[in-house]
């Protein structure tokens, strides 16, 4: 059972600190990824776990081993980076079973695991080639192969499609999801890239200020954000927020201009007289018609058509918002539209900076 347990990891670079107190497991198999903004420190608690650099408090174990003293080349891991970091003069072959070489494993049983993972990831083709001579999704393979030959028992990822084009991208993507599911080894996945940690992971690990903001699944973080941040950092277009209060009388969901709506109130928080923010996601919204009474009134600012989709974004009543409908729309700037979350699907936020999710 390879599982990866952090504890209460901190990290100083001199008196900065960049990471505060992380506790996150990821289980035997599992493909966890690290999602956050740049400067986050997800590079550097995947660098922590790899060892290539010092934890300045708590543990870290793999497989029921704390690690934290212990050499990289001795943890039994494997980690492939955004630079693919391949050896320019050396074939693909020569290129994936260097580590096996440098460990001196008998040439037949590198022969054997560098066909093994080359059958694996289709390069059976390109192994007598040099990285010069491959294209860029082709190198990105190689350097999963490099990792695969070694048969470690975690992988470590280190955002390695951020140099693809936006097509080899996604193919990468199903590509090393396909891998996982064939090699069901642990695996610990890094990218700035919601969609991409929404495609690949079991469990997402969103991080902020080096600290966690909320673990869960794809779908968890989708559907009950634990916050204003979660909330907004997952989903594309993100979550419109809208500045209001609770009407008491009649229960539903007041601009911060006064105009009702007939948007239904949290069930069982009271807030009280205290500002609230309302959260629809742009896919949650519908156009209504307009003899339908308490729907919200948005002003078109601009459309974007991508093709199958419209996204109209709007003003309402002050907040900036989209709305993404699922079929051709061309509406003109200035153009009133009265908008209704689909039922159930909204969600409210204490209206601090990071409100927690009521
Ligand atoms: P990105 O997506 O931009 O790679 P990240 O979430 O991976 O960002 P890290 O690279 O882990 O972020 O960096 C976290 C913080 O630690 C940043 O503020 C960065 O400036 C700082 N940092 C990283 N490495 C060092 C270092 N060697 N010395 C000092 N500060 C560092």
Redesign the pocket.
């Known amino acids: 059972m390879v599982q990866v347990a952090i504890e209460n990891v901190t990290k100083a670079?001199g008196a900065?600190n960049?990471i505060h107190g992380i506790e996150v497991t990821v289980e035997d198999g599992e493909f966890v990824v690290l999602v956050?903004p740049?400067?986050?420190?997800?590079?550097?608690l995947l660098r922590m776990i790899a060892g290539l650099e010092e934890i300045t408090s708590g543990t870290i174990s793999i497989a029921g081993r704390i690690v934290n003293d212990v050499r990289p080349k001795e943890r039994d891991i494997a980690m492939v980076f955004q630079s693919y970091a391949l050896y320019p003069h050396m074939t693909v072959r020569k290129n994936m079973g260097f580590s096996l070489k440098l460990a001196k494993i008998p040439k037949h049983e590198i022969d054997k695991a560098v066909d093994r993972a080359a059958s694996i990831l289709g390069l059976e083709a390109l192994l007598d080639r040099r990285p010069k001579q491959l294209s860029g999704g082709q190198r990105q393979r190689v350097a999963m192969g490099r990792a695969i030959v070694r048969s470690p028992q975690v992988f470590l990822f280190d955002e390695p499609l951020s140099n693809l084009d936006a097509q080899l991208r996604l193919q990468m993507r199903s590509e090393i999801r396909e891998l996982h599911q064939r090699l069901e080894a642990t695996t610990i996945y890094?990218t700035?890239d919601q969609v991409e940690a929404m495609t690949m992971a079991d469990k997402i690990v969103v991080m902020r200020g080096g600290k966690v903001e909320q673990i869960g699944s794809p779908i968890d973080l989708y559907d009950r954000p634990a916050n204003r941040f979660v909330a907004s950092f997952i989903g594309s277009p993100s979550m419109n927020f809208i500045k209001g209060k609770i009407d008491r009388k009649s229960n539903t969901f007041m601009m911060a201009d006064g105009s009702a709506t007939s948007i239904p109130a949290p069930p069982l928080i009271d807030p009280g007289e205290d500002e609230i923010i309302l959260g629809v996601r742009p896919e949650n919204i519908e156009i209504v018609d307009g003899s339908r009474s308490g729907s919200l009134i948005g002003t078109v600012n601009f459309t974007e058509i991508t093709g199958a989709d419209t996204i109209v974004n709007l003003d309402v009543s002050g907040n900036r918002c989209s709305v993404m409908l699922r079929d051709r729309r061309h509406l003109k700037p200035g153009e009133k539209l009265q908008l209704m979350p689909l039922a159930g699907t909204h969600h409210y936020f204490e209206a601090s900076e990071n409100g927690l999710r009521l």
């Not at 740049?38 to 550097?44: A, D, F, L, N």
């Open positions: 670079f900065f960049v956050g740049s400067g986050c420190g997800k590079s550097t890094v700035h």
